[in-house]
């Protein structure tokens, strides 16, 4: 996010532009600019909601110095609003809550950034929430749906583990089988249970 400063120094550029203009367009134009400095304010306290209201009130005035700035904020804010709140519910163990946002932040990466690789990471997030609440059956066809779609071997030994604790072994150690095949697997993090790696590095959730 472009600093304090350097919007300053923007906006002063401009200012021969619209020093011309009526006092009523120069007055829009200081509302908008400072509607856009508290959202970015609000985005780097990590506060994306009340950040996107901000930049959104501040796109209201169709402020031409402003708009670039301003949609690039709520797009970002967007985006960050998109895992934002399900993390947070997956940190306090809400899964049931955490897997609707999951859930909610894959439909808008798909629909409205096109960015299916989020998508899908959201997507097996909500899958791996399913499992942490005991819906053994909905995270398995989740993640196997997801496996017929993404070559991952991360993807592939999270379905493994499901399978597993779904009791069908034999298709469990044949789906680990083919993820530790692809490159660069590091199956050993996965079968030395190094735990601090799959939850920090992997970001998978606590029975998996």
Aim: proline share 2%.
């Amino acid at each position: 996010m472009p600093t304090i400063t350097a919007q300053l120094q923007q906006a002063s550029s401009h200012q021969s532009q619209f020093s011309t203009l009526p006092y009523t367009r120069i007055a829009a134009h200081c509302q908008a600019f400072a509607l856009k400095l508290e959202g970015d304010r609000l985005y780097d306290a990590s506060r994306p909601r009340e950040a996107l209201r901000s930049y959104e009130k501040a796109l209201e005035y169709h402020d031409v110095f402003v708009d670039a700035g301003a949609a690039w904020g709520a797009a970002a804010a967007y985006e960050a609003l998109g895992e934002y709140e399900a993390a947070a519910l997956r940190q306090l163990h809400r899964w049931g809550e955490a897997r609707e946002g999951y859930l909610e932040a894959a439909d808008r990466f798909n629909m409205e950034y096109r960015d299916k690789r989020r998508a899908e990471a959201s997507r097996a997030q909500a899958a791996f929430c399913a499992f942490e609440f005991g819906d053994v059956a909905l995270a398995e066809s989740e993640l196997e749906r997801m496996s017929r779609r993404i070559v991952s071997s991360d993807l592939y030994v999270a379905h493994a583990t499901v399978l597993y604790a779904a009791g069908d072994r034999s298709k469990a150690e044949s789906v680990y089988s083919d993820a530790c095949e692809l490159p660069n697997a590091q199956c050993g993090h996965y079968r030395d249970g190094d735990t601090q790696w799959l939850l920090e590095y992997r970001r998978w959730t606590p029975k998996l």
